[in-house]
């Protein structure tokens, strides 16, 4: 398992777009537009499981249930386990044989910026709700100094 440290944050559009034009500006090593569809089992134990389809992608993978927080979050993640999209159903039979049952599905589309010390997402969600939402993510000091950043040029 990893520990990943992560601040999120709900924006609107208008912030989004204002982000993305100062994102665009910047020295990050890599930049995708990802297509996600996500559906989330829990088992009432401390972790849940996940199954993504990511663009032509599936992979399943399992991180620590510490609820919806908006901010500053530390949660354990475990390693993605890539498989072929015809053995979906093997996987939720497999995670099913573990406790866990279907919670939600998700739609969304990622942007994702990488810089050396941590990325920056902005994830456009079409379903259950449509909403936006910021993620930093990577080593703390960075992500806190990014977010007070942020945070200053979208008066958050």
Avoid: W
Wanted: hydrophobic fraction near 30%.
């Amino acid at each position: 398992m990893n520990k990943e440290y992560e601040i999120s944050v709900v924006i609107n559009k208008n912030q989004a777009k204002k982000l993305e034009s100062v994102l665009s500006e910047s020295d990050f090593s890599s930049f995708e537009i990802i297509k996600m569809e996500r559906t989330l089992y829990k088992n009432g134990g401390p972790f849940r499981a996940r199954i993504t389809k990511e663009n032509n992608l599936c992979y399943y993978d399992f991180k620590q249930d510490i609820g919806i927080v908006t901010g500053p979050k530390n949660a354990l993640e475990s390693e993605k386990t890539y498989f072929n999209k015809n053995n979906y159903s093997v996987v939720e039979r497999y995670l099913k044989s573990l406790g866990y049952a279907k919670h939600q599905d998700f739609i969304k589309e990622r942007k994702s910026y990488q810089f050396d010390n941590f990325k920056i997402e902005i994830d456009y969600y079409s379903a259950p709700e449509e909403k936006i939402v910021l993620e930093i993510e990577g080593k703390e000091e960075f992500v806190n100094k990014e977010f007070e950043k942020i945070k200053s040029l979208l008066d958050l």
